[in-house]
């Protein structure tokens, strides 16, 4: 699309089956130009039935709809070709057992070293924190890479890549570093080294090619669609490991859809995961590699399953409350259900973020790097206040043991104890306690458009799945089984 098509409106082709004719549905946003045009031109007619402007799908048709609207508005086919659903062939025996492409194999019972800025004689260092262990102990000492400060009582090194190295070496099989959030690594190549430091690197381990992360920072895709993508295309290119990388930069769309294949034949991965997959790898070809002769529109796609959000019952939702004895802990999932946070929004409030005066919490930084604003309720803002007198953060709303931002697992960790002590046998996850947020409040009369800006939906079609799960006016409907 060039910088003048940019400028016009858009008209959308999508396929239309009639009949079992093939047709073309149009659709635009409301634009009185558009719609003026369209009344005057014989190739299109408007459908009462489907409350559209319609057209036969045909390449001379859609050349004269170009030709007619050169100037009114850009037309674009980009969904007129949908991508290829991926299913098993015809014939196929599906085995849950199947396992085409492990996951790469990680390393495992490795000590953890804790890593986070500190201010030492005004100047910034990373302190180095971890529970006592003789082998992390003596690489420490001896490789001479940190220091000891005996008023801190831990070790520290410089805040530089080059000394974050030498780290790594001395501790490589020894134990496993963790970066706090709050420690921002700019070097790439020590980015990369801390994301696979986990991973079993057998001989032909392929790491992730520098470019493919540069091109992802570049395009400011947000930290966690990097980490994910990155993990992604490692599990790809290590399960072609003893082809090569240069074979595996000449794939075809062939090799791709059946390493994807695979995945769903499995049984063992979610659509999500696989679509997830698929987008990283299309990234490392179409943007990194630039390879214009694979054809994207060949890559199928999984076919998504239709099913509704699991959701817990209010009682639940309080046994599950009440069973959370720490106070910290508490306070936690309060606010998963109060404010119908993700995870990562949780862990990412600072103390700033709580605005008790205007009864609102401010979510900064949500999914789509949006910002938005939810319920901050009485109840929770006393739990709270009880918390901060208790533990008294610095910066984040909830820190870790050895301060630092709380991680994604600890959250994880906290809500399954207390699921299992609070005896709900519904499989659950902390996510569970959002969707059961935008349920119960539908249930009480809450307008969908409110619930739709608390949770921080761009489209109002994502909220409207908990219609299909709320037993809001149920009661009010009589089966005609009770009739008879």
Known sequence: MTRTQHQLPVLYLNPL???GKSYIRLWYKAHPGISKKLKTLSLVKYSKTYRCYVMHQRPEAIARLQQQLEGIAYVSS???HPPKRLRPGKGTTVLGTFQPSAPLEKQTHLPVVRLQPLLHQGKEVIQVSFRYNTAVYKALRQQHVARWLPDEKCFALENT???????????????????????????LPL???????QYQKNEGFIACPLPYLEKLYLLNYSPTTIRTYHSLLLRFLNGHAARGLAA??????DEVNGY????????????SLVNQ???AIRFYYERVLQRTDLRFADLERPEKAHTLPKVLSKEEVAKLLASAENLKHRCLLQLLYAGGLRIGELINLRLTDVQSKRNLLLIRGGKGKKDRTTLLSQRLLASLREYYKAYRPKEWLFEGQYGGQYSVDSVRNVFRAAMEKAGVLTKATPHTL???FATHLLEQGTDLRYIQTLLGHRSSKTTEIYTHITTHALDKITSPLDNL
């Open 248 to 253: 595996i930069e000449h794939f075809t769309a």
């Open 17 to 19: 089956e009639h009949e």
């Open 78 to 80: 980009r969904f007129l």
């Open 161 to 187: 890549a080059a000394s974050l190295h030498r780290l790594a070496d001395a501790v490589a099989g020894v134990a496993h570093l963790w970066v706090c959030q709050t420690l921002r690594i700019k070097d």
């Open 260 to 271: 994807h294949r695979g995945m769903v034949q499995s049984q063992l991965y979610s659509f």
């Open 434 to 436: 959002r969707h059961s």
């Open 277 to 279: 997959s698929i987008n």
């Open 191 to 197: 980015q990369r080294r801390l994301w696979e430091q």
